[in-house]
């Protein structure tokens, strides 16, 4: 089970309802104890999305934040952005790749697109995965 706000930062949402949500263990851990409120000092949950800096899977749906691609996760809103660097979404498709860990920015993405657009080259397994994707 995940807090979404920390128990670290604030022990006092550690059993509220809403501060709780399943999440794979890579995602928790590389969430941490990251600070998620765009109010930290507040004292109250919070009751509505746009209070937190992360995509909240109670007050919110992931598809109006985050887009996923062939390959990837890309942000289309703060919270997504945010949700996908700090829980670094994309690392699986960097360890498919053999990139290196962690993909927490755009360059990742850029690559994919590029190749996938005909305007790039991707080293190695990733140019043959997007190359058999193509031709399938």
């Given at each position: 089970t995940e807090q979404i706000v920390p128990r670290k930062t604030h022990p006092g949402f550690m059993f509220t309802p809403q501060n709780l949500a399943l999440a794979c263990p890579d995602c928790n851990g590389r969430k941490a104890s990251k600070q998620t409120l765009v109010a930290p000092d507040t004292s109250a949950y919070p009751s509505t999305g746009d209070a937190f800096l992360v995509v909240h899977p109670h007050f919110e749906n992931y598809d109006e934040h985050i887009e996923m691609g062939d390959f990837v996760?890309?942000?289309i809103s703060d919270r997504g952005e945010w949700t996908v660097i700090n829980c670094d979404?994309?690392?699986l498709a960097g360890r498919a790749f053999g990139w290196p860990d962690p993909i927490a920015d755009e360059?990742?993405?850029?690559?994919?697109?590029?190749v996938f657009d005909g305007d790039g080259a991707a080293p190695g397994i990733i140019q043959a995965t997007i190359e058999s994707e193509l031709n399938s």
């Open positions: 996760y890309t942000g979404l994309n690392r360059r990742f993405e850029d690559l994919v697109d590029d």
